[in-house]
């Protein structure tokens, strides 16, 4: 038990859609960062907020945004869903920005399917 | 673009038996971290170095980060069924917001 938690654990929408994920981070964390992790392959960066601010991006277009919260929770927005974003999404909760620097507990995920 | 690569991608072995997986890449990365993931959970921490040619040790699992920091081995001991599950190695450098993961390796230790 990590104390990160993800909301839902399973999700299923139709390619076109908009889709929101969540992110509780660890109590005292002020850092969020977000991968998408496709079948077989290892977790893809996508972006890290620090204190509410998106701090860093990965290779991935604009469709997909995020927020934070004053409480540092956050969520992962994407529009436009297509049949490639179907994976597993993985949020990370760190003190302090780059999850090299200190350690990053994740949450169990959110399995997102796209048809 | 900075990549690492896992080798093997699977390995399924007995218990008891010893193995190595390994973590290379063409650039330096001033850390490296290791993670086991199971099913329907997400990457848990093992270990972080950061030294070139530094050893660590937890218990029967053996890291080691190559001279050079592009490559970084995973050594385990007398292998047992709850060491199954996917061993990810990432690297990152000082002060970067952004870790690379490797695909991974997929350990299945029967009994």
């Known amino acids: 038990e990590t104390g990160v938690t993800q909301s839902p654990t399973h999700l299923i929408k139709t390619r076109g859609q908009q889709v929101t994920l969540r992110c509780s981070s660890q109590s005292g964390h002020n850092t969020v960062s977000w991968y998408q992790q496709a079948l077989g392959q290892g977790p893809q960066f996508i972006f890290q907020y620090y204190r509410e601010e998106e701090n860093g991006r990965g290779n991935f277009p604009p469709r997909f945004s995020g927020l934070q919260f004053p409480n540092y929770s956050s969520e992962l927005n994407v529009n436009a869903l297509e049949l490639d974003d179907s994976a597993l999404y993985l949020c990370?909760?760190?003190?302090?920005?780059?999850?090299?620097?200190?350690?990053?507990?994740f949450g169990q995920g959110t399995r997102l399917t796209v048809v | 673009t900075q990549l690492l690569e896992q080798s093997p991608q699977f390995l399924s072995i007995q218990e008891g038996e010893n193995l190595t997986v390994y973590c290379n890449s063409s650039?330096?990365?001033?850390?490296l971290q290791w993670y086991r993931q199971e099913p329907g959970e997400g990457p848990v921490l093992l270990v972080t170095v950061v030294t070139g040619g530094e050893v660590k040790k937890l218990k029967r699992l053996t890291f080691q980060f190559g001279d050079a920091r592009k490559d970084s081995s995973l050594h385990i001991t007398a292998a047992q069924p709850g060491d199954t599950g996917l061993y990810l190695c990432a690297g990152g450098n000082t002060g970067g917001f952004k870790t690379i993961f490797g695909a991974g390796t997929r350990l299945f230790v029967k009994a």
């Open positions: 990370a909760s760190s003190l302090g920005a780059g999850i090299m620097n200190t350690e990053a507990f």
């Open positions: 650039s330096v990365f001033s850390s």
